[in-house]
């Protein structure tokens, strides 16, 4: 059975952030693609700007891993997951949900992260 595509794009950014892949990040937005992160933040517009985002993201030694299941409605998907930055030095645990809206051809087009510094934690 295929796998539904917008829970394989999810795996696959949960993945990408992992292991720093420029290429999974470009392969999963849309050329007009936005990001807010968190949700109340400026908003990060079009793919050259969501790349030069990750490539900071990645700067700081980012990992992920999901925290539960995806949840799938209409043509979006909100997924829980945690986010460890500089691990082994002074590393920060975030706790984050992160809902993607995706256009007909299953890219991400929109991109909204829900957390605060209070799902932030150093071990």
């Known amino acids: ?4 595509p917008k829970i394989a794009a999810v795996e696959q950014y949960i993945q990408a952030l992992t292991n720093h892949d420029m290429s999974a990040i470009n ?3 849309a050329d007009n693609a936005t990001i807010e992160d968190p949700v109340g933040s400026e908003l990060i517009v079009g793919k050259a700007a969501i790349l030069r985002f990750y490539e900071v993201a990645f700067s700081s030694g980012i990992s992920a891993r999901l925290e ?3 949840r799938l409605a209409a043509n979006h998907a909100v997924f829980p997951f945690v986010v460890e930055l500089n691990p082994g030095n002074g590393e920060v645990r975030m706790e984050i949900i992160d809902q993607f ?10 991109m909204k992260a829900f957390w605060s510094e209070a ?5």
């Open 27 to 29: 392969d999963l937005f």
């Open 119 to 123: 799902n932030m934690s150093t071990p």
């Open 68 to 70: 539960g299941a995806v």
């Open 1 to 4: 059975m295929r796998k539904n």
């Open 101 to 110: 809206s995706f256009n007909d051809e299953d890219k991400v087009i929109a």
